[in-house]
């Protein structure tokens, strides 16, 4: 069984950096072909796809917030980590990771559960 | 970056209803196209891949058909649980984008 779970604070102040963990289980990323992706979703908003990282150490990053992410892997771990710097309140949304499976593919399934961020001084 | 609209924004279905909700692309993906659904306060999952080719696990009610810009995501018959939320994900280029997403409502 695949499991995937974000883990990081809730409450993030105005130009903080945010860091999430992603703890998969389930799969390795040192398996070829296998990716894990970050997403947001802001309270009552579509979903936007922030970040997805490969077994090859391939990453890629969404144009408009490229500046402010940093995506790494701890194969070791089975962890995917996430970083954005200098945080607003329009960040505050639920930041979901999720796994890509197939190579070549770029949708993603499972998705962990999600947690919310929420950015407010 | 390729553009996805989703229509309609929102819908009020009865159950046993056949729905229907339709994504556009800015630009032809073939048939790199996925579709999710959301219920309230949960993840996102995964429905359909490569336009038509259902996940493992769901109903046989939903079905993907279109190729280029024009996608389509039918509910043969609509059922309780399908009261949720539907993106539309393009999956041919970075960076990759949903649809603005479709809310199915109780009539």
């Known amino acids: 069984q695949i499991t995937l779970k974000e883990s990081g604070p809730t409450l993030v102040r105005p130009t903080q950096t945010l860091t999430l963990t992603c703890t998969f289980s389930g799969f390795s990323l040192r398996t070829t072909g296998m990716g894990v992706g970050w997403f947001r979703q802001p309270p009552g908003k579509a979903l936007e796809w922030l970040a997805v990282i490969y077994w090859d150490d391939d990453k890629r990053y969404s144009p408009s917030l490229k500046s402010r992410l940093t995506i790494t892997k701890d194969t070791s771990k089975n962890q995917v980590v996430l970083t954005m710097t200098n945080m607003d309140p329009v960040d505050t949304a639920t930041y979901y990771c999720?796994?890509?499976?197939?190579?070549?593919?770029?949708?993603?399934?499972?998705w962990g559960q999600g947690t919310l961020v929420t950015v407010s001084s | 970056d390729v553009q996805m609209t989703q229509s309609p924004s929102s819908l009020s279905a009865s159950v046993g209803d056949r729905v229907t909700i339709t994504c556009r692309a800015s630009q032809g993906i073939g048939t790199s196209l996925a579709w999710y659904q959301q219920k309230p306060e949960k993840a996102p999952k995964s429905l359909i891949y490569d336009a038509s080719t259902l996940q493992s696990g769901v109903p046989s009610r939903f079905s993907g058909s279109g190729s280029g810009t024009d996608f389509t995501l039918t509910i043969s018959s609509l059922q309780p649980e399908d009261f949720a939320s539907y993106y539309c994900?393009?999956?041919?280029?970075?960076?990759?984008?949903f649809g603005g997403g479709t809310r199915v409502e109780i009539k």
């Open positions: 994900q393009q999956c041919a280029s970075f960076p990759l984008t």
């Open positions: 999720a796994q890509r499976r197939i190579r070549g593919k770029h949708w993603f399934d499972p």
